[in-house]
């Protein structure tokens, strides 16, 4: 098994920065992708951002604004939030899949373990 543990959350004013965390425990060489995903009240959970050892990918949503990374000595992920908009207020998750793919999945099903999830809120 593989734990996920998000942290970084909070509220912020538009044009802020916030950076989210994702430690993971656990079978973790079991993993080879790693992503995030937010869901927002009343709507159905969307992708963010993935990495594995292929690149990275980004919904154009956040493109060019957010920058995902990872510490693998640290086994930690890493979402860097920047220029905060109203619309990126949701609960945000980290997730791992034991599968690889290039780019790096969007889909929420072939992700295998999932965080609770981190709120965020930003505020006009």
């Known amino acids: 098994q593989v734990q996920l543990v998000e942290s970084g959350g909070g509220l912020v004013q538009a044009g802020g920065s916030l950076r989210l965390s994702c430690a993971r425990s656990?079978?973790?060489?079991?993993?080879?992708?790693m992503g995030w995903f937010r869901q927002a009240p009343g709507k159905e959970r969307e992708f963010v951002a993935a990495?594995?050892?292929?690149?990275?990918d980004y919904a154009d949503s956040v493109k060019g604004r957010f920058t995902i990374s990872r510490d693998n000595a640290k086994n930690t992920m890493y979402l860097q939030m920047n220029s905060l908009k109203p619309g990126d207020t949701a609960d945000y998750y980290c997730?791992?899949?034991?599968?690889?793919?290039?780019?790096?999945?969007?889909?929420?099903?072939?992700?295998?373990?999932w965080g609770q999830g981190t709120q965020v809120t930003v505020s006009s």
């Open positions: 997730a791992a899949a034991r599968g690889f793919s290039l780019p790096p999945s969007r889909r929420p099903s072939l992700y295998d373990y």
């Open positions: 656990g079978r973790t060489f079991s993993i080879y992708t």
């Open positions: 990495i594995n050892n292929g690149g990275t």
